[in-house]
């Protein structure tokens, strides 16, 4: 299965700033996905990364709040923007071949805390 | 849409007692279904898939589609099974939807 490197692992952010999260794939993958985590609770997926063109947002998430870039088929960023502390989670990063025989895999994930 | 409902949030067993984590779920096309465990401070990894109808450390899971079930299943239960496990169901387009998850504590 391909191996993810997400960076950073956690970081603690100011009100107001922004982070941007970094997602890199050992092989070609073609699906990438960005899921959060919040406090207690399960994995919620907040947009598709589209090679070479706009990510595909869940329903609740917004492009300005969450932008996403995907230049080639093994790096992916997401953005959260002008944070507030409702955006402390874990961020993760998930690829897929394109086909589900293989599973997902997914990233050590993002700890994220907003204060 | 779909929906995978996890009903126990908690489940505690003692070793060599057997564990099985409820699995539901709702989806108009043909699920493809999958559980997923996280070990303390380990990432997120996959554990079974229902169309290997595999064995992994043990556990099993079958899918019944007339109970719209995905139970996972181990006969003994061992220490280095607590964890937190995820079921969760891909749709046609790989979007992966996660049930709440069960926090499993093996005692001794």
């Known amino acids: 299965s391909a191996v993810i490197s997400q960076k950073p692992s956690r970081d603690i952010c100011q009100r107001g700033t922004s982070l941007t999260i970094q997602c890199q794939v050992d092989s070609q993958v073609t699906m990438m996905f960005w899921y959060r985590q919040q406090p207690g609770q399960s994995l919620t997926l907040i947009a598709t990364a589209n090679q070479g063109s706009e990510a595909t947002y869940e329903s609740g998430f917004v492009i300005d709040k969450f932008p996403i870039s995907r230049p080639n088929l093994t790096f992916s960023t997401l953005t959260v923007s002008n944070m507030s502390p409702e955006d402390s989670s874990i961020y993760l990063c998930?690829?897929?071949?394109?086909?589900?025989?293989?599973?997902?895999?997914f990233g050590s994930g993002t700890r994220l805390t907003v204060v | 849409a779909q929906r995978v409902t996890q009903p126990e949030k908690l489940l505690s067993v003692f070793k060599g007692a057997p564990v099985e984590l409820k699995c539901n779920y709702s989806?108009?096309?043909?699920?493809?279904l999958f559980w997923y465990v996280q070990y303390s401070r380990q990432r997120l990894q996959l554990l079974l898939r229902?169309?290997s109808r595999e064995s992994i450390k043990g556990f099993t899971a079958d899918l019944n589609k007339g109970e719209t079930s995905f139970h996972l299943k181990k006969p003994f239960a061992q220490e280095e099974d607590s964890a937190m496990y995820y079921c969760?169901?891909?749709?046609?387009?790989?979007?992966?939807?996660f049930g709440a998850g069960t926090t499993v504590t093996v005692r001794a």
């Open positions: 229902h169309i």
């Open positions: 969760a169901l891909s749709s046609n387009d790989y979007k992966l939807s």
């Open positions: 989806y108009s096309g043909s699920p493809e």
């Open positions: 998930s690829v897929n071949r394109g086909t589900t025989n293989y599973g997902y895999t």
